[in-house]
């Protein structure tokens, strides 16, 4: 069973599931993708990052979210909000991630901006946050398309992140 989060213009956001794994496998796998991770994952870790993000539905109520066109049904990444300990601070990131057929076609920040707007208005979080690699300038650029600015760095996934951050407008 598929749940439906959110939809933008052009994005359908919903909860990821086990059918999804030929595609995470493949998009978690691309060296281009994964390039500021730790890693590419294997379709072993691809399925239990799958896991991850349904006991984070089922714990947080919210977690990294597949994205597909709306016109088509395909799946373009995952972009979604995560919960995150930053510094000794609990926080809410939001996250994005597509595969490489689908760069520069704004879907990152279409789909980033709808989590963002969800986390202010529906979960009434008081701020959202991005973590960053200094060296992903695509990346950054969604932040600051997010209204986000860089706050500090913090340690994430064994390496320096830049922490962006953009407070609730209404909280």
């Not at 920040?109 to 208005?121: I, P, Q, S, V």
């Not at 690699?133 to 390496?159: D, W, Y």
Request: charged share 25%.
């Amino acid at each position: 069973m598929m749940t439906l989060v959110l939809e933008t213009q052009r994005l359908q956001l919903r909860e990821l599931t086990p059918d999804d794994l030929d595609f995470m496998a493949e998009m978690l796998a691309d060296a281009e993708v994964m390039r500021y991770y730790p890693k590419r994952l294997t379709r072993e870790l691809s399925a239990e990052w799958i896991a991850r993000q349904m006991e984070r539905y089922k714990t947080d109520g919210y977690g990294l979210w597949l994205a597909t066109e709306k016109a088509t049904g395909v799946k373009v990444g995952q972009i979604g909000l995560v919960k995150q300990t930053v510094n000794g601070v609990e926080e809410c990131e939001v996250g994005y991630l597509l595969h490489r057929p689908f760069w520069r076609h704004g879907y990152a920040t279409e789909g980033a901006l709808a989590c963002r707007d969800y986390a202010f208005k529906t979960l009434h979080k008081p701020r959202v946050i991005s973590l960053v690699q200094p060296e992903n300038e695509a990346s950054q650029g969604v932040a600051k398309n997010l209204g986000m600015e860089i706050v500090g760095r913090a340690p994430h996934g064994g390496s320096e992140h830049l922490v962006f951050a953009v407070s609730n407008p209404e909280p």
